[in-house]
């Protein structure tokens, strides 16, 4: 199977409302320029100058995501052209994120991390620490970065029934969210071997990399 059809294929099942991330880390620029001539524009990375190496060679409609953990000390090499971060986990980091976005005069778009998996190894905040960050009211105090959404990562198991409950839980914590503030429209959540699931339980943009590029 090539890049295209297995793009075309993933791109064909997935509802009207959801957004495909095709997950592009360790991929080479030929990889994703096959995937962006097939129409894909949304492409993530896990690494920061992974990313804006990318970046740099290829064609400058494409949206860059980045869907790892972020080091705070390499906010600066992306905060000329990310166009949404997933992996926001801390106040500190939403300071940096700010900081640097008023220096490349933008607004950068955010999704907060929350904790959804038994694994311990997975970023993210809690709920309480989510609530932390909403009551400090942080669209008064960063001015240049914009939350959006929420995105969690759900334990590696076949278990379907654990899938849906971890899942479940975040569409919740996504509703109460847009109960309490404006502007929250992206649930991210779902993976190559878990997007399906992921869909039926309320996510709105999928992050897929080995269904479409292959093993890395
Ligand atoms: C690598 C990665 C993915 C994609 O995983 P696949 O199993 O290859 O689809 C999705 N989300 C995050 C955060 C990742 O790091």
């Known amino acids: 199977m090539s890049i ?5 294929k993933i791109k064909d099942g997935l ?10 880390k360790t991929k080479s620029t030929e990889e994703i320029m096959e995937a962006y001539k097939a129409g894909q524009r949304i492409f993530g990375e896990n ?4 990313m804006s190496e990318k970046w740099a060679v290829l064609p400058k409609d494409i949206k860059w995501h980045m869907i790892g953990h972020v080091q705070r000390n390499k906010v600066k090499y992306m905060a000329d052209f990310v166009d949404l971060v997933h992996g926001v986990d801390s106040l500190k980091l939403i300071q940096e994120l700010d900081k640097q ?14 904790s959804i998996a038994e694994e311990e190894t997975k970023f993210g905040l ?6 932390t960050i909403i009551h400090s009211d942080p669209r008064t105090q960063f001015a240049n970065i914009q939350i959006v959404g929420l995105m969690g990562m759900a334990t590696y198991t076949d278990n379907e029934q654990q ?30 071997s878990d997007y399906r699931l992921a869909i039926e339980n309320g996510s709105n ?3 897929i990399g080995s269904s479409i590029f292959g093993d890395r």
Do not use: H
């Open 4 to 8: 295209t059809s297995n793009l075309l």
């Open 15 to 24: 509802p009207e409302n959801v957004d495909l991330v095709a997950v592009s």
């Open 47 to 50: 690494k920061i100058q992974e």
């Open 101 to 114: 976005a008023k220096g490349s005069d933008r607004k950068i778009r955010c999704l907060l991390q929350i």
């Open 126 to 131: 809690s709920e309480e620490e989510l609530w």
């Open 163 to 192: 899938l849906r409950t971890e899942f479940s839980y975040l569409r919740t914590l996504y509703g109460k969210l847009q109960s309490a503030m404006d502007g929250i429209s992206i649930l991210s959540m779902g993976m190559s």
């Open 205 to 207: 943009m999928v992050r």
